[in-house]
Every structure is written in structure tokens, then in C-alpha cells.
């Protein structure tokens, strides 16, 4: 089954760029979700990537999916401190994407 | 739109109670999932609903734990005779039929003493 693994921690200075890195093991994933979870909140879906796309931007997100190498990657340019959160990545467990697997989370810490 | 709603926020259990979440669809969505995140940890797929039907229970533990989503209403996981091992933040997530962008809801905060 699908493992996603993510690095647990990345602090940044503000209007510094934040790139927050996610592998997966499984390649059957229709689209890769990045999701932000603000302490004791719920988790408000940021952005998603069709699997067949090598990249995707919206505003100050950027999204690289590497194929080959089961890497996946979210960008913040000009963090603020508003970003910081916890930011998981999500494959799905099968090919109709009904069933997420996320990774533990990356704690950004942005400092001004 | 109202987003997705669960309800309560936090709930509190003694060892042996049973615990009832309940979880309102965006409108629109006919498909519920819930999700249990222990503390530290990523979110754990348990079930996925649609209306009346049980599609996908492969992440729900054997026993104790019950989940529906009738023709009216929210939908509503169940968990019987709580341990300690059941404090967790269980979230819900709706989607609409066709689409899997799921929403998730605040969550529910369950804790068990």
C-alpha cells in the first residue's frame, strides 16, 4: 500500500521562500493533495496536482511532482507568519482516490 | 454554504461510555469519509460512506467501532466501551458524487479518561 513519508519540521525567516518535501511510495495516486492544518483546526485543502502534471502554481504556491522519483513538493514564496501551520501531503490508497494516505505533517515555523 | 460540520467539538469519555460523533455534509456531498488523527501523527483513513451504504471500511478497527450515514441526517461514527487508545481528533470529510476533493470538517477532539 501507499507510505508517505515527509520531513517533520522547517522553520523559515519571513519573505523567505518555504519548500516543504514529501515521498511516496505508491504510484497508482490519481492526484497528490497538500493540506495545512492550523493548530486545533481542521485541515483546509491548499492545493492538488493531477498525477500526469510535472507542476502546478497558484498565487504564491508552487507544486513539482517528480514521477520518477516519487517526489513530491509544495513552495510558499514571501512566507508569512500566517503560514505557519502544519502541511501534510496525501496520496490516495487506490485508484479511485476514495481513501487518503497522509503523511505525519510538516510543522513550518515562520519567525519574523 | 455551510462548510463540513462535525459536532461536538470536544468530548470528553469515561473508560467503558460509548461516544457518538456526528458529522454534517457540505451540501451537495453525497460522500463522507472519516479520518482519526492520533496525537503527532497523520490522518488515518477509517471509512467511506455515501448515502445509506458503507463503500470502504478497510481502515476501521474490527470492534467497537460503527459508522453510518442514514438517508437523513449526519452521518455517525460510533465507538462502544471507549479505552484510553481511543483519545484521538477524528475528522470528517464530504465530497461531492464524481469529484475527489474531499473538504474536512474542525474535527471532534475525543478524550478518553
Known amino acids: 500500500g501507499e507510505d508517505v513519508e515527509q520531513s517533520l519540521f522547517l522553520s523559515v525567516r519571513e519573505g523567505d521562500s518555504s519548500v516543504i518535501n514529501c515521498t511516496y511510495t505508491d504510484s497508482s495516486s490519481t492526484y497528490l493533495y497538500w493540506y495545512k492544518q492550523e493548530p486545533g483546526a481542521g485541515l483546509q485543502l491548499l492545493t492538488y496536482i493531477f498525477s500526469n502534471m510535472d507542476m502546478k502554481q497558484d498565487q504564491r504556491l508552487t507544486v513539482l511532482l517528480n514521477k520518477k522519483d516519487k517526489h513530491l513538493s509544495l513552495r510558499i514564496a514571501d512566507t508569512q507568519t500566517g503560514d505557519s501551520a502544519i502541511y501534510f501531503c496525501?496520496?490516495?490508497?487506490?485508484?479511485?482516490?476514495?481513501?487518503?494516505?497522509f503523511g505525519k505533517g510538516t510543522t513550518l515555523s515562520v519567525s519574523s | 454554504n455551510a462548510g463540513v460540520m462535525q459536532n461536538p467539538r470536544h468530548l470528553v469519555r469515561r473508560r467503558g461510555q460509548e461516544a457518538r460523533l456526528r458529522c454534517s455534509p457540505m451540501k451537495g456531498h453525497s460522500h463522507v469519509y472519516w479520518y482519526r488523527q492520533l496525537p503527532e501523527e497523520g490522518l488515518k483513513f477509517m471509512v467511506y460512506l455515501q448515502k445509506e451504504n458503507i463503500i470502504d471500511e478497510s481502515g476501521m478497527p474490527k470492534e467497537r467501532f460503527s459508522a453510518e450515514f442514514p438517508k437523513e441526517g449526519p452521518s455517525i461514527l460510533r465507538i462502544q466501551q471507549v479505552v484510553r487508545g481511543d483519545s484521538a481528533a477524528y475528522f470528517c470529510a464530504s465530497s461531492p458524487p464524481g469529484k475527489t476533493e474531499a473538504f474536512f470538517g474542525q474535527g471532534t477532539r475525543l478524550t478518553v479518561v
Open positions: 496525501a496520496g490516495s490508497a487506490n485508484q479511485a482516490g476514495t481513501a487518503l494516505i
